[in-house]
């Protein structure tokens, strides 16, 4: 399953989005998600793909305008936790 098939699946079970409505150029606005419900999304987002998002939510807006464009966002997200340090052996 591709970054974008899961997030679509989040979007729709978690956020009761039609899944007809989650295509790669559907605009987040059209998708009734504005930067209240893009805090909840980013939450559901860092728990469903172990990632972290350190964007605000108005920072995340401008930059993702699609949902192509939030999986492709998603997918260069490196795993929460990959730049802490790890313990020596």
Do not use: C, N, W
């Not at 990632?51 to 993702?64: F, G, N, S, T, Y």
């Amino acid at each position: 399953m591709t970054t974008a098939d899961r997030l679509r699946a989040l979007l729709a079970k978690e956020f009761a989005i039609e899944p007809a409505r989650l295509v790669p150029d559907a605009r987040l606005e059209d998708l009734d998600i504005d930067s209240l419900r893009m805090i909840e999304i980013a939450f559901a987002v860092e728990d469903a793909f172990g990632v972290k998002i350190d964007e605000e939510p108005a920072q995340l807006m401008a930059r993702i305008r699609t949902l192509g464009d939030f999986s492709a966002y998603v997918e260069g997200l490196p795993a929460a936790g990959a730049h802490e340090p790890q313990p020596a052996p």
